[in-house]
């Protein structure tokens, strides 16, 4: 069954619910951390990482303007390992990555170092992400911001603009990328309880995190340590980004209020399989299985993949995207309540002037 062509209008959610209503069952073997693999993956991301790290910087030292070409193009595979660092950090953030949260609190906190992300702030915000996927009232907290049509009508013109820069691809995962990276993390935004208890790590993180800096750029060149570091940081802010987007924000994605809004739904229709081929799923973590991993977050990413293909019926109602299908996901602009789809910018102006044309018939 080719997933992508499966639309809302043509599911029956209360077939899905029945259907996978022994998910937690299906799910119970996956969730079982491999601390071998655990720490193999750890010592590889690293090793890999840092390996590439220390060439990009031997080349700048070259002093060759070829050499930065090359930088450059390491720096697109150190991104995406360094977004490999990151998917562990966020197993850890879920208790999932080991079975000892001690040491899935040190590796999480180290991976940290790296990614510049704090571990239990992020890991909080992600948590509650989890619990409110598609729910249009809290689109903005773990994920990229989403107004229904509605909204977006009654917003002023300076509004409007804004958020229309906001969600430009140009935007969003070049400039975006790098502020969410090495500046929105700096601060923590969210203040209601539920976050209380770890605002505070953020400022610690922001200050161990300069110690480190400093400390490496004292032993190392600054300037050759600072450039190899944030052209780095600037590819896994993009990475990280587009992964954010494409995940959650699509045509036939599942949105609800939270009146009328189901865990199990949120999960496999509100959330996309990145059907990736196998080194893409590698270089990205497993991070595409994004509809198991809603289902089931206590999954490690090693896990998934053998989860996925020994349970089809995950993917029988999942919304499949390939490389190339999820580039169309850029024109997802908007929620129509009306329709149950995300719609473009444009099919919203052209749905506003085809009313406003009959009401003056």
């Not at 229709?269 to 080194?279: A, D, E, H, Q, V």
Request: glycine letters at 4%.
């Amino acid at each position: 069954m080719n997933t992508a062509s499966i639309s809302n209008s043509s599911v029956n959610y209360e077939l899905i619910k029945d259907e996978l209503k022994n998910w937690h069952q299906l799910i119970k073997q996956y969730q079982i951390p491999n601390n071998k693999k655990a720490a193999f993956q750890t010592i590889q991301n690293f090793i890999m990482f840092g390996s590439i790290w220390a060439l990009q910087y031997v080349l700048l030292n070259t002093q060759n303007w070829l050499t930065v070409f090359w930088v450059v193009a390491l720096a697109i595979l150190n991104g995406l390992l360094l977004g490999r660092i990151f998917i562990v950090q966020h197993d850890c953030g879920h208790k999932s990555f080991t079975s000892s949260q001690k040491w899935n609190d040190i590796i999480g906190t180290i991976c940290s170092f790296c990614t510049i992300i704090p571990y239990k702030y992020w890991a909080k915000n992600h948590d509650f992400h989890h619990a409110h996927n598609a729910q249009l009232e809290t689109s903005d907290i773990g994920d990229v911001q989403c107004l229904t049509t509605e909204q977006y009508s009654k917003l002023t013109l300076k509004q409007k603009i804004r958020y229309r820069i906001y969600r430009n691809p140009l935007y969003l995962f070049t400039i975006g990328g790098v502020i969410y990276v090495t500046v929105f993390n700096r601060f923590a935004f969210l203040k209601t309880e539920y976050f209380q208890k770890v605002r505070k790590s953020v400022t610690y993180s922001n200050v161990l995190f300069l110690l480190f800096y400093v400390a490496l750029a004292f032993i190392l060149e600054p300037s050759k340590f600072i450039a190899v570091q944030l052209i780095n940081l600037a590819f896994f802010g993009t990475y990280a980004l587009w992964f954010f987007y494409i995940q959650h924000q699509y045509k036939d994605v599942y949105k609800s209020s939270k009146d009328n809004w189901n865990y199990l739904l949120s999960a496999i229709r509100g959330s996309t399989f990145y059907n990736l081929p196998k080194i893409g799923h590698w270089l990205t973590g497993n991070i595409g299985y994004h509809h198991i991993h809603h289902l089931a977050p206590t999954i490690p990413n090693y896990n998934l993949p053998k989860c996925s293909k020994d349970n089809p019926i995950f993917q029988k109602y999942a919304v499949s995207l390939s490389l190339l299908e999820s580039f169309k996901t850029v024109y997802a602009n908007l929620w129509d309540e009306e329709t149950g789809k995300m719609v473009s910018f444009k099919e919203h102006k052209l749905k506003m002037k085809n009313k406003e044309l009959e009401n003056l018939n």
